[in-house]
């Protein structure tokens, strides 16, 4: 019976189509309407579509649209500017070298030859000179003029020591320091003071009331009044000779507190003198060293 029904359905679908259409719409679900995302773009519709109407274009319209309008970013232009500058200085170099060049470039043949032979002439020159020096210097440390030269250094270093430790005589530029004591208040240690004053100051030699002065020279009072030097007594007036650099030696004895003023303390008289010759004559006898010997 189900199926006579189905087929009288059948039966007037085929005779009415509209009614059927109508009937399998109302026994069909409803459709599902498309998602957005599902949804062609309209924007990628026409791009698609502008595409496909577009022609198609060459390699070399290609590439001048991609270069075309530039897009210079920040470490484009430095590295640009770089270039630049590079490019600048090879530039002058290469007009610089050129200047140079075509100046010899174009001189005369006559000219270049010339330009060789002052260049040979010069380099010859240049090489005498070598040599001469060389033969000077070859002479000096074989001939007898160093040993010459050596004897002359030796005898100066000799005389030298010898005014240091009193053996010679010796004269130059310098101050007298004279010592006035009719008190009897000047005593050895202030002698004493005043003579490393003068060595301080640059003093090279010394000599007082006949005694020369050295590096182990000392001084003591003596009974009854005076001083002695070097076990030598010298009594008042204390006359210094000194040889130095006036300009040094006279105002290391002024300062204040110093010598002098020492001296004028102890009621002594006190005269500072320069001097453009001061003759120091007193010697001392050549002591030979009981246990130093030369290691030469």
């Known amino acids: ?85 590079l490019g600048f200085g090879l530039a002058v170099q290469v007009a610089s070298t050129s200047d140079s060049d075509g100046a010899l470039r174009g001189a005369r043949q006559e000219d270049l030859v010339r330009i060789l032979d002052e260049l040979d002439d010069r380099t010859q020159r240049l090489e005498d000179e070598k040599q001469g020096l060389e033969d000077q210097r070859t002479e000096l440390e074989n001939s007898s003029d160093q040993a010459e030269e050596a004897r002359k250094q030796t005898v100066e270093k000799e005389r030298q020591l010898g005014i240091l430790a009193g053996t010679v005589a010796a004269q130059g530029p310098g101050i007298t320091l004279t010592i006035e004591d009719t008190k009897g208040t000047v005593e050895a240690d202030m002698l004493l003071d005043a003579i490393q004053e003068l060595r301080a100051a640059g003093a090279e030699a010394i000599q007082v009331n006949g005694v020369r002065v050295v590096a182990g020279t000392f001084l003591a009072d003596e009974d009854g009044g005076g001083v002695s030097v070097d076990g030598n007594k010298i009594d008042a007036p204390y006359r210094f000779k000194v040889i130095g650099k006036p300009q040094d030696l006279e105002p290391a004895l002024n300062i204040p507190g110093g010598v002098v003023q020492t001296l004028e303390k102890e009621q002594a008289t006190v005269t500072v003198e320069r001097a453009g010759k001061i003759v120091v004559d007193a010697l001392r006898a050549a002591k030979q060293p009981d246990y130093a010997r030369s290691s030469s």
């Open 1 to 85: 019976m189900s199926d006579n029904h189905k087929n009288d359905k059948n039966d007037a679908v085929d005779k009415h189509p509209e009614a059927g259409e109508r009937r399998l719409r109302e026994e069909l679900p409803e459709e599902i309407s498309a998602t957005p995302a599902d949804a062609p773009d309209a924007h990628t519709v026409d791009a698609a579509a502008d595409e496909e109407s577009a022609p198609s274009l060459t390699g070399r319209q290609r590439l001048v649209k991609g270069l075309w309008p530039p897009r210079v970013t920040r470490a484009q232009l430095i590295v640009a500017l770089l270039l630049f500058g």
